[in-house]
């Protein structure tokens, strides 16, 4: 397994458009998190998965977002109506249940650009 | 969340021991500690955590203080490959499955 994946890499969009963003987990982790991460910030949560259930989502998280994870595998996140507040990096991470600890692997990460 | 004080940036010749601190003073006694270390263009990276005993690990040591207000990440060789913004993060073990992040430290290494 080469950990976890993101897709697509960037994505440059213009306001009003709506986007969608896919993160594979490392396989056989059942918790999923997205965060945002806006230039020289740290990264902000903004939802959970622990499998298909979403548990925890941050007021950050607007109505125009949504996240899925359908079969508790893949998830995604869609934007709606992007506006260019929504320019950042979008990061995916997984973790295993179970562990005594919290170590979360993180991807790569999506950067949107909203002209 | 209790919250973390980092330097903002430091620096650190290669090949010499670095001293990342962080200040805690409003640590419950069920937070673990964590570092998170993120190099550029990538997506974070753990680096070690401790709850009340020194640490360590094949990237690094974790030196807690005796009261958990403090504590601070050793980088005991540094080289260039280290550079990158080191976040300290408090996480409960009580199921607060989010890092909260600050802004973290940027470390800085110098041929």
């Known amino acids: 397994d080469t950990g976890v994946s993101q897709d697509p890499r960037h994505k440059i969009t213009k306001r009003g458009q709506n986007v969608t963003f896919r993160c594979d987990p490392i396989?056989?982790?059942?918790?999923l998190y997205w965060y945002r991460q806006t230039l020289g910030q740290g990264p902000e949560f903004l939802t959970y998965?622990?499998?298909?259930?979403?548990?925890?989502k941050s007021r950050l998280l607007s109505d125009r977002f949504s996240a899925e994870r359908p079969k508790g595998s893949f998830s995604t996140l869609e934007i709606q109506r992007t506006e260019q507040g929504d320019s950042a990096m979008y990061l995916c991470a997984s973790s295993p249940s179970g562990t005594s600890y919290n170590e979360q692997f993180f991807g790569p990460g999506t950067r949107l650009t909203v002209l | 969340d209790a919250k973390t004080t980092q330097p903002n940036s430091m620096e650190s010749n290669e090949e010499e021991p670095v001293h990342l601190p962080c200040n805690h003073s409003?640590?419950?006694?069920?937070?673990?500690i964590h570092w998170y270390r993120q190099l550029p263009s990538q997506g974070p990276e753990y680096v070690i955590h401790g709850l009340t005993s020194n640490v360590n690990n094949r990237m690094a040591s974790l030196a807690i203080a005796e009261d958990r207000k403090s504590s601070t990440l050793i980088l005991h060789r540094a080289t260039l490959r280290d550079a990158a913004v080191y976040y300290c993060i408090l996480e409960s073990n009580f199921g607060n499955e989010k890092l909260t992040f600050g802004t973290g430290t940027r470390l800085t290494i110098i041929p």
């Open positions: 409003t640590i419950s006694g069920t937070d673990y």
């Open positions: 396989s056989e982790h059942n918790r």
């Open positions: 998965f622990q499998n298909e259930a979403q548990l925890e």
